[in-house]
């Protein structure tokens, strides 16, 4: 994860318009990690006493963060209310910084490795996400186009291959580019998608210190929001514990959870696949500016990934 910026380093123009936007001067602010976003991210408290989430990015800095940061905006303020979210309170914009704030959460994240009790408390809210009608006319994209680009990674290495590609992917590259193919149409679907979920972007609630007694999952972070399968957003955390520990086994989340309920071995196989290929492509790219933790942690998705389909694919 990157060092952020905290409130006191933002420019004072910047401050200023979050200030008005919340109603009075920020006189504490703590400092959130996590995350892979050169920006700030801040739990702030104004002289009021009113709490807030204020999150920051300059364009100068990664022109992308800034942009995630107006569709992220845009999409918080067209979601249904009743969804584990923060609510969005404002949005500064000045044509370089971007700034947005939220409603606070007082919550934690998720431990790493992850916990069998979190974990059941992050699918049982993943599985009431899934059923929650969205309003009509909601724009959002749909998860099988988001990704159908992301999902040729194994058809570009097989075009420009990788040095330090597992043997297994080589040897098995014709299978792992059939299966992302199959499972780009896997992820269609009517339900909302959070599409980037992993520890640092779901918070839990409810419950004292390490209890799960209470607790509900709140999900952070949405400019990847699109509509797709009910399944997807609780597979990719089970990615990410497989990514924190390879050697977990969430097979059986994925045989007995409702989150999962009717989902086929083939369409978990060929999600998985494409993933593990986008992961391992992105992770030979040169660093994004101000990110530069995000090509390696993108390998170590990639190989628990390529660990996991070793498993599940049972082949030599």
Not at 51 to 75: G, P, Y
Not at 264 to 277: E, K, R, T, Y
């Amino acid at each position: 994860m990157n060092s952020r910026i905290g409130w006191s380093e933002l420019p004072a123009s910047v401050r200023s318009g979050i200030e008005e936007i919340l109603g009075g001067p920020v006189v504490e602010a703590a400092t959130q990690s996590g995350g892979f976003s050169p920006g700030s991210a801040d739990r702030v408290r104004l002289a009021s006493g009113r709490r807030a989430f204020v999150k920051a990015v300059s364009a100068d800095v990664n022109a992308t963060s800034a942009t995630l940061h107006r569709r992220e905006a845009a999409i918080t303020a067209s979601l249904p209310p009743a969804l584990p979210m923060p609510r969005l309170l404002g949005t500064y914009d000045d044509g370089t910084w971007v700034a947005l704030a939220l409603t606070d959460v007082d919550g934690r994240h998720p431990r790493e490795p992850w916990q069998e009790d979190e974990l059941g408390v992050v699918l049982h809210t993943l599985a009431e996400v899934a059923r929650v009608e969205l309003p009509a006319g909601l724009d959002l994209p749909l998860y099988q186009d988001s990704l159908r680009g992301a999902f040729m990674g194994w058809e570009k290495l097989q075009r420009r291959p990788m040095e330090g590609l597992d043997p297994w992917a080589l040897v098995n590259l014709a299978e792992l580019v059939a299966l992302a193919r199959a499972g780009v149409e896997c992820l269609a679907g009517t339900s909302l998608v959070h599409g980037d979920l992993r520890t640092d972007n779901i918070l839990l609630t409810g419950g004292p210190g390490g209890d799960t007694g209470g607790s509900r999952a709140v999900l952070v972070d949405w400019p990847w929001a699109a509509v797709g399968a009910f399944w997807v957003d609780a597979l990719s955390v089970l990615i990410n514990v497989k990514s924190l520990d390879p050697d977990s086994r969430p097979e059986r989340f994925l045989d007995s959870h409702p989150a999962f309920s009717g989902v086929p071995a083939a369409a978990i196989n060929g999600v998985l696949a494409g993933f593990a290929g986008y992961f391992m492509d992105m992770s030979r790219r040169p660093d994004s500016p101000g990110m530069p933790t995000l090509r390696a942690f993108q390998r170590k998705q990639a190989d628990a990934l390529v660990g996991w389909l070793k498993l599940r694919l049972d082949t030599p």
